[in-house]
């Protein structure tokens, strides 16, 4: 796959875990099959993944089952940011070994503020380790998570070793921008927004594709508000951006991803768990959110 080919909806898919923490792959493969049918591609093991919270072997294990349920039906571009190069660089590798489409990594987390010259031997050193044209390496730029912004001119020295893939979480539009002037003579690069929260914005921006963590658990919608804003039709393009508001609302009112879980329930699919620290939510919040969900028309 070259990365302009990494298009449209996006889910960064769920991880499933059982009561006693581990791997539930019957729950990851439910969840697997239940959003294909609306989505262009997979963006797993990130930050609605667990990713952070598995070790390297998990990671490895989750990998291979999202790329055997999917079975090449979209591509799946694997997340394997670390908190370190060399760890880094081997998930990348397994990935690509593996048969994802390319990878992702956000910037080395409880290294906070990085120089640019040690953030880019860090991003430089994954290219070297796996990149090539059908194989692209995405950098998902989160500084809320990683406390280490991708800058336009990092974005730009990284897109001359040959990076051709960013995934910009930061929620703004400026950036967002900045980033489009420093690639926009780079043809083969593929700029993608890391939320749905701006999804038609960013799309006027030029973004092709969107990872949009609403797609675990209402892929349709998700993919509503794409096939609407392609089609030109503007008024049902942001009927579509303000309900995915509401949703957003009613997922942050505790961790997104136990409430995720939980809504998967109630849409009928064995998702598993999320695995500690996170827990399950309580009934009371389930009630409540299943209540929100049904005044939306959602369930």
């Given at each position: 796959?070259?990365?302009?080919?990494?298009?449209?909806?996006?889910?960064?898919a769920?991880?499933?875990?059982?009561?006693?923490?581990n791997?539930?792959?019957?729950g990851?493969?439910?969840?697997?099959?239940?959003?294909l049918?609306?989505?262009?591609?997979?963006?797993?093991i990130g930050t609605y993944?667990c990713?952070?919270?598995m070790?390297?072997?998990?990671?490895?294990r989750?990998?291979?089952?999202?790329?055997?349920e999917?079975?090449g039906?979209?591509?799946v571009?694997?997340?394997?940011?670390?908190?370190?190069?060399?760890?880094?660089?081997?998930?990348?590798?397994?990935a690509?070994?593996a048969?994802a489409?390319?990878?992702?990594?956000?910037?080395p987390?409880?290294?906070?503020?990085?120089?640019?010259e040690?953030h880019?031997?860090?991003?430089?050193a994954?290219l070297?380790?796996?990149?090539e044209?059908?194989?692209?390496v995405?950098v998902?730029?989160?500084?809320n998570?990683s406390?280490n912004?991708?800058?336009?001119?990092?974005l730009?020295r990284?897109a001359?070793?040959g990076l051709?893939?960013?995934?910009?979480?930061?929620?703004?539009l400026?950036?967002?921008?900045?980033?489009h002037?420093?690639?926009?003579?780079?043809?083969?690069?593929?700029?993608?927004?890391?939320?749905e929260?701006?999804?038609?914005?960013?799309f006027?921006a030029?973004?092709?594709?969107?990872v949009?963590?609403?797609?675990?658990?209402?892929?349709?919608l998700m993919?509503?508000i794409?096939?609407?804003?392609?089609?030109?039709d503007?008024?049902?393009?942001?009927?579509?951006?303000?309900?995915?508001?509401?949703?957003?609302a009613?997922?942050?009112?505790?961790?997104t991803?136990?409430?995720m879980?939980?809504?998967?329930?109630?849409?009928?699919?064995?998702s598993?768990?999320?695995?500690s620290?996170?827990?399950e939510?309580?009934d009371?919040?389930k009630a409540?959110?299943?209540?929100?969900?049904?005044?939306m028309?959602l369930l």
């Amino acid at each position: 796959m070259k990365a302009k080919e990494f298009v449209g909806i996006i889910p960064p898919a769920l991880s499933s875990f059982d009561k006693d923490g581990n791997i539930y792959e019957k729950g990851l493969r439910e969840n697997i099959r239940f959003i294909l049918p609306y989505v262009d591609g997979l963006y797993p093991i990130g930050t609605y993944g667990c990713g952070p919270c598995m070790d390297l072997d998990e990671r490895k294990r989750v990998l291979e089952i999202i790329l055997d349920e999917v079975n090449g039906k979209v591509p799946v571009v694997a997340h394997v940011g670390t908190a370190d190069t060399k760890t880094t660089c081997e998930l990348a590798r397994h990935a690509k070994a593996a048969g994802a489409a390319g990878v992702g990594a956000i910037s080395p987390y409880y290294s906070p503020n990085l120089p640019e010259e040690a953030h880019y031997r860090h991003f430089a050193a994954l290219l070297d380790a796996v990149n090539e044209e059908e194989f692209p390496v995405f950098v998902y730029n989160n500084k809320n998570l990683s406390q280490n912004a991708i800058t336009p001119k990092l974005l730009r020295r990284l897109a001359e070793h040959g990076l051709r893939g960013c995934k910009d979480s930061s929620f703004d539009l400026v950036n967002y921008y900045q980033f489009h002037e420093a690639i926009k003579d780079i043809p083969d690069f593929n700029l993608i927004v890391g939320t749905e929260a701006i999804f038609v914005s960013a799309f006027d921006a030029g973004a092709t594709g969107c990872v949009c963590g609403m797609a675990n658990i209402f892929p349709e919608l998700m993919q509503d508000i794409r096939q609407a804003y392609l089609k030109g039709d503007r008024e049902k393009a942001m009927a579509d951006q303000y309900k995915i508001l509401k949703l957003r609302a009613v997922t942050k009112s505790a961790p997104t991803v136990p409430i995720m879980h939980a809504i998967l329930a109630m849409r009928g699919v064995d998702s598993g768990l999320p695995r500690s620290p996170y827990i399950e939510i309580s009934d009371e919040l389930k009630a409540s959110v299943k209540s929100k969900l049904e005044e939306m028309g959602l369930l």
